[in-house]
């Protein structure tokens, strides 16, 4: 479906605006957390506070996506909006931590529809070869989030009140409802409207307890649950295997992984989540403990990596709807964000703090130059009947990576910064107030643990980087093409040479 120009910029204005909330979510809630908690009586299980809202984005994306595919992505888009907006007033009112969970969940879930169905869209009203700059303008949300999140949500606790960190939501989700209605075109379903229920319901329950496994795998009170939970995944992925075979319309086509532009934008989207992920997590704790400063100065880090990465991601994107090439990209942004994790494994302690940002940058101008730009080509290579499908797919692949990428890494710095710290430092009740006000050759100490603890964590997650150099070298050397997907829904959208 083709549409004007200028309803183009409002459809695009409206998911953005609609993406945005979604990624603040992630981030501005993560500043109020012990506010919320306190308040609520439950600083025990704060955690579950985010936990929860993951829970949900990551494993409904696979049903949200196939539910696309089948009722369209429209109606989809719009109850999510619906459902995030509620689940964001409901949050504000909670009287306990239940409540607050579980409009936490429904809010997560939302969430996951709107990030998939603005993808969809986007794929639904435009040509390939237009799709990377809108994709890139969309995926903005997520590293603007990023850097705007925790100060919003910081500003709101100190001068208002927690419940605004939900609340914030509504005046302008409304705004975008209302764009939304008016922008987006009536989009029809595919030519399959059966749901695969029995295989949706055994997918996210495998998935959910995948997920848990590999949360609760580092904690030594819950390693029994952990280890119950990869066996139920474990028999949960298999009985899937069963009911997929025999699914008139299977949740997660086998086709889409037969063609092989869709499985190297699948690996890559795996080198993003175990990769960029892990960094924005931990690099503070580097900086705060390695560098010996301050919360608000080691947040420079992370910002100059998401900013390198936001500007590299519009450029790329505008770049390759110019010319409709898109294979050096990928190739290019996994080596020099390799590059970049190399010399930070490889800077000696003690350096400016400016090196480290500079590095650290370049990680996002490479992670960038393909992190939005393999949604529009994992799109191209498929029909249009799996449009919904396979840009979950490419989402829910980057979850787990980043999944299972934060709690590795997590797992290997506990053990290694445990192991090397001086006697009489704790590791479990160290914090990084505590480590400068330590004696000056404690705090040296300090940091040279953690120095040594983050080098090979950093090399090893450039090794995941120059994986992802080999898996781009698969990409073929096509050219998006200028052609809008042709409404039948049996007409895939091709690429051409």
Known sequence: MTLSPARLRVLVAALLAVSFLGALDHTIVSTSLATIAGDLGALAHMSWIMVGYTLAATVMLPVLGKLGDVVGPRRVFLVSLVLFLAASLACGFAPDLGWLIAARVVQGLGSAGLQLMSQTIIARVTSPRQRPRYMAVIGAAFPVAIVVGPVVGGVITDYASWPWVFWINLPVGLVALVLVVAAVPKLPGGAHPRFDVPGSLVFTGSLLALILAVTWAGDDALRPAAIACAATAVVGILALVAIERRAAAPILPPR??????????????????????????????????????????????????????????????????????????????????????????????????????????????????????????????????????????????????????????????????????????????????????????????????????????????????????AIALLLPAARLSDETPAPAASVPARQSA
Do not use: K
């Open 256 to 469: 889409i992984l037969r063609d092989r532009t869709i499985l190297v934008c699948l690996g890559l989207s795996l080198v993003v989540g175990a990769g960029l992920f892990s960094v924005v997590a931990y690099v503070p704790t580097y900086v705060q403990m390695a560098y010996r400063t301050t919360a608000t100065v080691s947040g420079l880090v992370p910002i100059a990596t998401v900013l390198g990465m936001l500007v590299s991601s519009l450029l790329t994107g505008w770049l390759v709807s110019r010319s409709g090439r898109y294979r050096l990209y990928p190739v290019a942004g996994t080596a020099l964000a390799a590059l970049g994790l190399t010399a930070m494994g490889l800077l000696p302690a003690g350096m400016p703090l400016w090196v480290p940002m500079i590095v650290m940058a370049a990680v996002g101008i490479g992670t960038g130059a393909f992190t939005n730009l393999i949604f529009a080509v994992v799109q191209s290579a498929a029909s249009r009947d799996d449009l919904g499908a396979v840009t979950a797919t490419t989402n829910l692949v980057r979850q787990i990576g980043a999944a299972v990428g934060t709690a590795v890494v997590g797992g290997i710095i506990g053990v290694a910064v445990a192991a090397g710290l001086p006697a009489g430092v704790d590791a479990a009740t160290l914090t990084p107030g505590a480590a400068r006000a330590a004696a000056p050759a404690v705090q040296e100490q300090i940091g040279t643990v953690y120095h040594d603890a983050f080098a090979p964590v950093f090399l090893g997650l450039a090794v995941v980087y120059a994986c992802g150099v």
